[in-house]
Each structure stands twice: as structure tokens, then as C-alpha cells.
């Protein structure tokens, strides 16, 4: 077995028999002992194929925190199921697929946008080498996805391009990044991942500057 990277107990890919079809895009599925829920911002149970939180519980877990109560307040709930923080889809054959962290969710009019989802995509584009989508602010839809990337050879790239790629590839509409910023890099943390909250910072100020320009209120 192997932990995924919410933490719980997964049996690892390659021991699986079901059809690579199956398994595509997963993590594997969660081994005997060990249960797993996918719920809602209200802590209900989502069906099989929807998007919701992680949640945990199994002998091969942690049971909490060391002097820490307040973090083992926000991590288990009162009957012992721990809240990964990450989002996941559970299939229909109990295939868990990783789909983000909960609070890098981008909210859009009330619905909840995948980042990751988004960058799985436009990974797949010719051109593209990286990409970070990180949320916007939006006066009236609260905020709006914005893709930055970096280009092949420093390809150009348009928002109409990415877009028209991004359906071809079978993506809602409503999913779709509403702003492309091309990078010769993309910042990162001291660990060597992706800073999202710098590029956050980044095109909030870019945005604000833009409002302001406009003579916006």
C-alpha cells in the first residue's frame, strides 16, 4: 500500500487488476480497514463522481496533534474522521482522484472552480511548458480563474487560444479561465512548489491597478 497525497491509505496503482482505463487519473482505491468519504461544505456524503472534500478514518492514520488543540479541533471532527483539506472524485469502482486543496478552490458566482483541473488541461497544450491558476477578484461573480503560463520558446499566447483548446478538450464553460497572463517563470516557494499566493497577490494588484485606471469605483 501506499498513503495518497491526502495521507490515507491507498493500494497502490500497479496492484490493482482493474483495466488501465479504470485506473487512469487515480490514486488507487482505499485498502480493507481504512474507510474514506467524499462530503460537502455541510459534511453530507457527495454521489459518486461529484467533487467534495477527503475525509479519512483507519487504524494505518494519524489520531491527532501534539499540544495542539486547536489544529486537532479543525482536523478531526467528534467522530474521529479526519478532514484532508483536499478535494476528491470517488468513482463508481472506489477509485479516488485528487482534484485540489480545498482552499485554493476558486469561487465563481457560487460555484466552486478546480484549479487543478484547469492545469491538467493546459498541460496537454503544444505550447505550454507550465501553468498556475490561481482565483482573481470580480466585483459582481466574486472572483474569476486566471491562468498564468510559460511558453514554449516564449510562444505567444492569447486567452481566445487557450480557451478554444481548453473546450476541444471537453471543459465547461463555466470552468473556464477568464484571464491568461504568459511568465518567462513562475515563482516559488523556498520548497520548490508553485507560489500561488505571490501570483494570487500578483494579479489582484494588476486587476486593481487596471479598476483604478478606468476610473472604476
Not at 21 to 47: C, K, W
Not at 193 to 213: F, G, H
Request: glycine share 10%.
Amino acid at each position: 500500500m501506499q498513503d495518497s497525497p491526502t495521507g490515507i491509505a491507498i493500494r497502490r496503482q500497479a496492484e490493482s487488476t482493474e483495466p488501465a482505463e479504470i485506473r487512469q487519473g487515480s490514486v488507487g482505491r482505499v485498502i480493507a480497514g481504512h474507510r474514506l468519504r467524499i462530503v460537502d461544505d455541510a459534511g453530507n456524503d457527495v454521489p459518486a463522481g461529484e467533487v467534495g472534500e477527503i475525509l479519512g478514518f483507519g487504524p494505518g492514520m494519524a489520531f491527532g496533534y501534539v499540544d495542539n488543540p486547536s489544529e486537532m479541533a479543525r482536523a478531526w471532527d467528534t467522530e474521529g474522521w479526519w478532514h484532508s483539506g483536499d478535494l476528491g472524485v470517488l468513482d463508481a469502482t472506489g477509485h479516488l482522484r485528487v482534484v485540489g486543496r480545498k482552499k485554493e478552490m476558486i469561487l465563481r458566482g457560487g460555484v466552486n472552480i478546480s484549479p487543478l483541473e484547469i492545469e491538467e488541461l493546459l498541460g496537454e497544450h503544444p505550447d505550454i511548458v507550465e501553468s498556475a491558476v490561481v482565483p482573481m477578484p470580480h466585483p459582481d461573480l466574486l472572483e474569476q480563474a486566471c491562468a498564468f503560463v510559460v511558453t514554449r520558446d516564449g510562444c505567444p499566447i492569447t486567452l481566445a487560444e487557450a480557451v478554444a483548446f481548453l473546450l476541444d478538450k471537453g471543459m465547461a464553460k463555466h470552468k473556464l479561465p477568464e484571464r491568461i497572463e504568459v511568465r518567462d517563470t513562475i515563482p516559488r516557494t523556498g520548497a520548490q512548489k508553485i507560489d500561488k499566493l505571490a501570483l494570487k497577490a500578483e494579479i489582484t494588484a494588476i486587476v486593481e491597478q487596471e479598476r483604478r485606471t478606468a476610473g472604476s469605483p
